[in-house]
């Protein structure tokens, strides 16, 4: 079992900076693969990045590439969102999400086995 927790979530204004954290419990989350979403009002949950259980392999979606950048400190059981260049239409509440190593796919919220409980972006204009 692994529980997440995000924070860093804020208001910011376009263009701004934010760095969100997802705390992990648990003494095997170094096995785990990572993953950011999001979730606009009234829209599906979207895939936003991806990070491997060594921090070597990392994925972002089309619309953050450039901008978000994601990272793991596991002796911190800790995983990053740097997200620079916000721009309004990244408001969302923002989930970490965890998976046992090992798999394939990784842009679908079924790909993943723990949630966290959100933390709420928003980017003024």
């Known amino acids: 079992q692994v529980q997440l927790v995000e924070s860093g979530g804020g208001l910011v204004q376009a263009g701004g900076s934010l760095r969100l954290s997802c705390a992990a419990s648990?003494?095997?989350?170094?096995?785990?693969?990572m993953g950011w979403f999001r979730q606009a009002p009234g829209k599906e949950r979207e895939f936003v990045a991806f990070?491997?259980?060594?921090?070597?392999?990392?994925i972002y979606a089309d619309s953050v590439k450039g901008r978000f950048t994601i990272s793991r400190d596991n002796a911190k059981n800790t995983v990053y969102l740097q997200m620079n260049s916000l721009k309004p239409e990244d408001t969302a509440v923002y989930y970490c999400?965890?998976?046992?190593?090992?798999?394939?796919?990784?842009?679908?919220?079924?790909?993943?086995?723990?949630w966290g409980q959100g933390t709420q972006v928003t980017v003024s204009s």
């Open positions: 999400a965890a998976r046992a190593y090992g798999r394939i796919l990784y842009r679908d919220p079924k790909d993943y086995d723990y």
């Open positions: 648990g003494r095997t989350f170094s096995t785990y693969d």
């Open positions: 990070i491997s259980w060594s921090g070597g392999n990392t």
